[in-house]
């Protein structure tokens, strides 16, 4: 039995799929995955849809996801009309790759788009004691939660604030142990959790903390003094031929990729 994290698809099914055949994945084993299912590439809407139908696969909130209900709500409540469109919420969504998206979520029949809905609705926002080979990890899109959290906490549990930060937000130490933040010190926060703790999240790219592979494209990113681990490679890039999809096995810390 295996358990592995994976983060920012963007809808890349090919490089899912790919990618659950590399790593043999089995009904044995279980996938965390840390947001960011949809958008940019051609097939977030099948990617929701696999994952529903796995069992063994749990699902974190990540912003795209956040946008696009947001988006698909607001233009329900409005009958689907050319204002809807228009609203605040859908725009900020397309302006964010929601394009892709939309197209095929919107020629579903009513009862695929309501379950998917739902099922993002049922997502958790933080999973903070993972434990794994005597090890803790701290599972999150973008960053942790402002407060201790010592259980899994559901994205309908949480205040819309705790939301905001945890799947928008990027504070973290930098490589001598410093702590980035514009709003607080952390540091007594990362102390409230057990000292084998370890942070991984998606979010940011990962060429934004090490310079990409000789082939230009993003790896798994480790710093924070061992304490953060960045799993997002680049899915979400423009430029297809430089995707890459980064996987992690929490048992044995062995990465994998696939690309295009």
């Known amino acids: 039995m295996g358990t592995y994290v994976i983060s920012d698809i963007h809808g890349r099914l ?10 043999q994945f089995s009904e044995n084993d279980r996938l965390y995955v840390l947001g960011d299912v949809a958008d940019r590439g051609p097939d977030g809407v099948d990617l929701y849809l696999m994952l529903m139908m796995m069992d063994n696969v749990t699902f974190l909130l990540g912003n795209h996801d956040l946008m696009f209900i947001r ?10 009309s050319p204002k809807a469109l228009k609203s605040e919420e859908f725009g900020l969504w397309i302006m964010n790759g929601g394009s892709s998206t939309w197209n095929k ?24 004691s993972l ?17 201790p959290v010592l259980s899994p906490l559901r994205w309908k549990d949480s205040s819309k604030e705790e939301v905001e930060h945890v799947v928008w937000e990027r504070q973290y130490p930098d490589s001598e142990g410093r702590i980035f933040s514009y709003k607080r010190d952390y540091r007594e926060l990362y102390n409230s959790y057990p000292r084998k703790t370890t942070m991984i999240f998606g979010h940011t790219p990962t060429i934004s903390f090490k310079k990409p592979g000789n082939d230009e494209r993003g790896r798994i990113w480790r710093g924070g003094k061992g304490h953060l681990i960045d799993i997002d490679c680049g899915c979400a890039v423009y430029d297809e031929k430089g995707a890459m999809l980064g996987c992690l096995r929490l048992d044995d810390m062995r990465e994998f990729y696939v690309h295009y």
């Open 131 to 147: 434990a794994v080979g005597g090890h803790y990890f701290y599972l999150c899109h973008a960053t942790h939660a402002e407060r």
């Open 71 to 80: 988006a698909a709500r607001k233009a329900a409540q409005m009958c689907y």
């Open 105 to 128: 979520y919107i020629r579903l029949p009513k009862a695929t788009r309501t379950a998917i809905l739902h099922y993002i609705r049922e997502a958790y926002l933080v999973i903070p």
């Open 14 to 23: 090919d490089l899912f799929v790919r990618m659950l055949e590399k790593i």
